[in-house]
């Protein structure tokens, strides 16, 4: 049974820090791997997409790798701004009928 | 920027009721989900639908669960007779692709069951 894993499950930096977030899965077969941004009482924000032939992927200040043989991913975000301050979720497609299996979140906080 | 809608953003309603979620996919996507979210726990997949049949399901579907694509628009979720524990934050998705597009989310539906 496909697991997901984030560590660590909240985090609190100043602005401005560089700072990566990890994701982990128990089944290397995946077709792909997404990366979304939830704040409080809203719903699931895509933020990247990697493909299981891809190894990274970049979107403005984020960039997110993928090692599928790991079975491990990181969202890396540079210059971390007070908006950014959210819960980022990681999950993984298994199968063929597209369903998405997510981890825990991590919950980010920038301060000012 | 096209985007997934769901109504009503928050329902309350008495156990045993049925209940219906109602979700407008992006207009060109062909595959649609939901998910939910209860309080503090994992978002968990439940059921995924295309060319009108279900896909996959998850066992939190049971047969008090139902899909439906009515029109060419719209995709519920009905919950026959709701129980204490439906309470969640229901979320409808849709993709261009079946495993290889993103995903794009609504801001969910608030399920309240007293």
């Known amino acids: 049974k496909q697991e997901v894993t984030q560590i660590p499950a909240a985090l609190s930096v100043p602005e401005g820090e560089n700072l990566v977030l990890n994701c982990s899965f128990t089944?290397?077969?995946?077709?792909?791997l997404q990366w979304f941004r939830q704040d409080p009482g809203k719903g699931l924000t895509s933020l990247l997409l990697?493909?299981?032939?891809?190894r990274e992927q970049t979107s403005g200040r984020l960039n997110a790798s993928l090692d599928k043989s790991s079975g491990r991913s990181t969202l890396y975000i540079a210059a971390s701004q007070p908006g950014d301050s959210a819960t980022y979720l990681c999950?993984?497609?298994?199968?063929?009928?597209?369903?998405?299996?997510f981890g825990q979140g991590t919950t980010l906080q920038v301060k000012p | 920027e096209p985007e997934v809608t769901q109504t009503p953003s928050h329902q309350v309603t008495q156990m045993g009721q049925e209940v219906i979620l109602r979700c407008v996919p992006i207009?060109?996507?062909?595959?649609f989900y939901w998910y939910r979210q209860i309080l503090g726990q994992k978002v968990e997949f439940l059921v995924s639908?295309?060319?009108?049949?279900?896909?996959?399901k998850s066992e939190i579907f049971d047969d008090q669960f139902s899909v439906e694509r009515p029109d060419g628009s719209n995709f519920t979720l009905k919950i026959r007779s709701t129980k204490l524990e439906d309470s969640a934050m229901y979320f409808c998705?849709?993709?261009?692709?079946?495993?290889?597009?993103?995903?794009?989310f609504g801001d969910g539906t608030r399920l309240s069951i007293l």
């Open positions: 999950a993984v497609v298994l199968g063929n009928t597209g369903k998405l299996i």
């Open positions: 990697i493909q299981s032939s891809q």
């Open positions: 998705a849709s993709s261009a692709g079946r495993s290889v597009g993103p995903q794009h």
């Open positions: 207009s060109n996507h062909l595959y």
């Open positions: 089944d290397s077969a995946i077709y792909n």
């Open positions: 639908f295309y060319n009108n049949e279900i896909s996959e």
